[in-house]
């Protein structure tokens, strides 16, 4: 069992940058993968982006150019860097951990990008 927490958001202007933080713990060895999925009102979750344990990284094609995922240097650790903010990015973020058997979802922590 993983469990991930995340951290880093809140408001920010248009053009503004952010950096959003998720820990994993507990069964971390079985992890392939983390990443961060949005949902905003009305609509269904979304990938943002992954990254695999061997360092290869998808991205939204929404994002592509503005957001950067990575990991730490511990492996239990990912980050998104976020640039150039538009207000439709403003959602829910959720960090996933993936294994070969199941996902592992945070609580979420709010973006919104306002002026």
């Known amino acids: 069992q993983v469990q991930v927490v995340e951290s880093g958001g809140g408001l920010v202007q248009p053009g503004g940058s952010l950096r959003l933080s998720c820990v994993a713990s507990g069964s971390v060895s079985g992890l392939y993968g983390m990443g961060w999925y949005r949902q905003a009102p009305g609509k269904q979750r979304e990938l943002v982006a992954f990254i695999t344990i061997r360092d290869i990284t998808n991205y939204a094609s929404s994002v592509k150019g503005r957001f950067t995922i990575s990991r730490g240097n511990a492996q239990n650790t990912v980050y998104l860097q976020m640039n150039s903010l538009k207000p439709e990015d403003t959602a829910v973020y959720y960090c996933?951990?993936?294994?070969?058997?199941?996902?592992?979802w945070g609580q979420g922590t709010q973006v919104t990008v306002s002026s």
């Open positions: 996933n951990g993936r294994t070969l058997v199941a996902d592992s």
